[in-house]
């Protein structure tokens, strides 16, 4: 039914871009790991910031194809402050308007090629599209024009090229005594690893980081790293119980919704490798789903050898898998290791005989080779276990 005033050739034509409008909507799930520019950036950052850029987008290009009016700049505020956020994180401009017309371009050739795309109606739409995308771009090139004149945006491109010079082992002697950006000789290092969109945007957490007082971030492709200076006399104890106490906190016994790997330096020059370290403890409590959000080297000795071993790792793997056909004899393994090797807590939490427990052991035994009641083997099986939940998490520090 026809809307007063409308024809039915109207009608049908606004129907027609209803369902274009839902092909692309649908479109856009799984569309930011397709494209380059966004496999680089943090998946958090991806999946809020960038999901609901992609969905504004999308809904007012169609309010524009069906109306025919372009957005106002209140329309497209909230796309604008989204891409000024990219831009202070240290994506260059060409990037963020490089990414407006990937993603125009990927949806375009998916809608095209989609077996209810309406061919006519691509068409007709297609010099709205440019017309749109040119539209925003000018918009967001105007407010980048805008924010490269803020006194407050020289500061954070300064401080943003102290944070690279400290993490690649340069000493930052352009800045070392500029009074308004002071360089502490140590810090505590703090690499953040995100896990999707449970712990809400990612920039709000970024945010609460970076009002440390004199904290240097940089943005990388699973989190950022925090360089947060240290005062005289501390090893880090009192910098990390100052930015524990900033980081929000989340529902006791579950998953968290990131994870922080931390290590402390003494001087400028030891922050390369303390750097190395904390995304590998980072990436300990993300592959491993810790229950703590600060990863310490101190807790997590043994786990840190097996991540770090990278040449034995995916040998150390392959060593359980006989027991893929066998998912009870797995699972007894399992429980066996994480009751400390006692076979009777292992029998109650499994809720069977203490000798089916025995005979499950034994069993792993002929199939592995690997004796579970030896404390070498015992060992081994550990860290083969240990190493294949690393390999299925996709561990890359």
């Known amino acids: ?49 960038f999901a609901r850029g992609a969905k504004l987008n999308v809904d007012l290009f169609f309010q524009y194809l069906r109306r025919g009016v372009e957005p106002s ?14 831009l202070r994180d240290g994506t260059p401009l060409a990037e963020v308007l490089e990414r407006y017309r990937l993603g125009a371009a990927f949806l375009w050739d998916r809608l095209r090629d989609s077996a209810g795309a309406d061919d006519a109606l691509l068409l007709d739409a297609s010099p709205a599209l440019l017309k749109y995308i040119t539209l925003v771009s000018s918009r967001i090139a105007t407010a980048a024009i805008q924010l490269a004149h803020d006194p407050r945006w020289e500061l954070l491109e300064r401080r943003r090229g102290i944070a690279e010079a400290l993490l690649a082992g340069r000493d930052p002697v352009e800045w070392a005594d ?14 953040f690893r995100l896990c999707g969109s449970g712990g809400g ?29 240290l005062a005289s006399g501390d090893d880090g104890s009192a910098a990390l119980a100052g930015l524990t106490a900033r980081l929000p906190a ?18 400028r020059a030891e922050i390369p490798a303390l750097d190395g370290e904390a995304r590998v403890l980072a990436e ?23 991540a770090v071993s990278d040449a034995a790792r995916p040998g150390l793997a392959a060593l359980l898998a006989p027991l893929d056909a066998q998912p009870m004899l797995a699972e007894t393994l399992e429980t066996f290791v994480d009751t400390g090797f006692n076979q009777l807590a ?12 025995t005979y499950r ?15 070498a083997d015992a060992m081994t099986l550990s860290a083969a276990r240990l190493a294949r939940r690393l390999e299925a998490a996709s561990f890359a520090p």
């Open 1 to 49: 039914m026809t809307d007063p005033g409308e024809t039915p050739g109207d009608g049908q034509r606004s129907a027609r871009i209803d369902g274009l409008h839902r092909n692309a909507a649908a479109l856009l799930e799984g569309f930011y790991g397709t494209l380059p520019p966004y496999a680089q950036l943090p998946f958090s950052l991806v999946e809020t910031d």
């Open 346 to 357: 292992t029998a109650r939490q499994l809720m069977v005989h203490r000798n089916t427990v």
């Open 250 to 267: 989340h529902a006791p016994g579950r998953v968290p919704p990131y994870w922080v790997g931390v290590g402390a330096t003494s001087t």
């Open 178 to 191: 500029d009074p308004v950006i002071p360089v502490a000789d140590a810090f505590l290092v703090a690499v």
């Open 361 to 375: 052991l034994s069993r792993v035994h002929e199939l592995t080779g690997l004796d579970p009641h030896r404390p």
């Open 201 to 229: 945007p990612a920039a709000a957490l970024r945010h609460r980081v970076e009002a440390i007082p004199g904290v240097f971030l940089r943005l990388d492709t699973g989190g950022w790293t925090a360089l947060v200076p």
């Open 73 to 86: 700049e209140a329309d497209t505020r909230e796309l604008v402050d989204l891409a000024m956020d990219r």
């Open 284 to 306: 300990l409590g993300r592959c491993l789903a810790r229950r703590e959000i600060v990863c310490r080297r101190t807790d997590l000795h043994f786990e840190y050898t097996v």
